[in-house]
């Protein structure tokens, strides 16, 4: 269903395919699973298949149900289970559609094992607690699992781990120090790298990595921009202005009244609030672009509109495009700076967009 209200999303497959093409070239010796979870980091998973159908090694997801989706439309790549399965109905589709699966637990292996036979033809992930302290076998566990799955000669194992702290000062030496110990002298494939331990780690670049959000042009780090790590935004949200309000000093805007003006000030009215993805925990002075100029919010956000000042942009009225992130009809402002300034991550921004906001494919 179409709607007359201006907010949309851009997604750019070109951008998406770069980023992969990117961990490649960073991580020349591995393959690379195209991790498309969570709608494809809200981008759309269909959108990331198409735009990845070519060139990607392999995908990622966590259900089963979009697995089978993705064989059901003709992918013949490897397709990656990231938490395994939960039914006996999974096990039985894992063996059938030649799924791999990570394992990460004693019960997992009973499961699958109890529906695989000698003839069984499977690849499957061990995945190791090294720290992150989630989901994974300790280092009895890990040995137990190995010799059951010597009695299954058609089993190949991968040992996996995930990162914790890929993206800050402690890195990933203590837990590459871990894996080393429980693996021993594992004479098999290893995938171990997420996105901040391809940008950043390369010893982690084993015979698979897992691009996620840098897929979707964000960087993981803090202190260093996609830009600056060669990264293009795939996502654009986009708005207009719908209103305009003069403010006396002493007037307060939005619910809560949370910002007050301490001189006349020009504001205008976006079309976009939290029903639509954006954050309401973003405070005033959240930045965005209207019609190319940077200004910032102001007020609380609301669940279809917003507040930005227009005091320094006085050509902006009615209809003036405004980028709320992404490289837009107004400008490019990244989707890291606004995640920033609203206390969360772009990982949240992509993925908390909402189902009422249209969305068309091409450049950005």
């Known amino acids: 269903m179409k709607t007359s209200r201006p907010i949309r999303a851009r997604i750019s497959p070109e951008a998406i395919r770069h980023n992969y093409q990117l961990a490649k070239k960073i991580a020349p010796a591995s393959k690379a699973w195209a991790v498309i979870k969570a709608n494809a980091y809200g981008h759309g998973q269909w959108r990331a298949v198409e735009a990845l159908r070519e060139v990607a090694d392999g995908f990622a997801v966590l259900e089963c149900e979009n697995a089978l989706a993705l064989r059901e439309a003709g992918i013949t790549q ?20 030649r799924l791999t699966t990570v394992i990460h637990c004693a019960e997992q292996l009973e499961m699958l094992l109890g529906s695989a036979t000698s003839e069984t033809r499977l690849d499957i992930c061990l995945k190791l607690n090294t720290g992150m302290n989630r989901l994974g076998f300790d280092a009895p566990g890990l040995q137990a699992a190995l010799t059951v799955l010597a009695g299954f000669p058609g089993i190949a194992v991968t040992l996996m781990s995930h990162f914790a702290e890929a993206d800050g000062e402690r890195g990933i030496d203590w837990q590459l120090e871990r894996f080393a110990a429980m693996a021993g002298n594992w004479p098999g494939p290893v995938c171990l790298a997420n996105s901040a331990a391809i940008l950043r780690h390369p010893g982690s670049h084993t015979d698979w990595v897992r691009p996620g959000i840098m897929l979707y042009g964000a960087s993981p780090f803090d202190d260093q921009t996609a830009v600056e790590l060669g990264l293009k935004p795939a996502m654009a949200l986009e708005s207009a202005i719908i209103g305009i309000q003069n403010l006396l000093p002493g007037d307060r805007v939005g619910y809560g009244g949370s910002f007050t003006a301490n001189q006349p000030m020009r504001i205008g009215i976006v079309a976009c609030g939290y029903a639509d993805g954006y954050p309401r925990h973003a405070p005033s002075g959240t930045p965005m672009l209207v019609m190319g100029q940077r200004t910032r919010t102001v007020g609380r956000v609301s669940m279809d509109m917003m507040a930005c000042d227009l005091s320094h942009i006085p050509a902006a009225g009615l209809g003036s495009p405004v980028t709320l992130w992404g490289r837009g009809i107004a400008g490019e402002l990244p989707a890291d700076e606004v995640a920033a300034a609203a206390g969360t991550i772009a990982y949240e921004l992509f993925c908390a967009l909402a189902s009422r906001v249209p969305v068309s494919v091409g450049d950005i």
């Open 78 to 97: 490897p397709i990656l289970l990231l938490e395994g399965f939960f039914s006996a109905r999974d096990v039985r589709a894992v063996i059938e559609h």
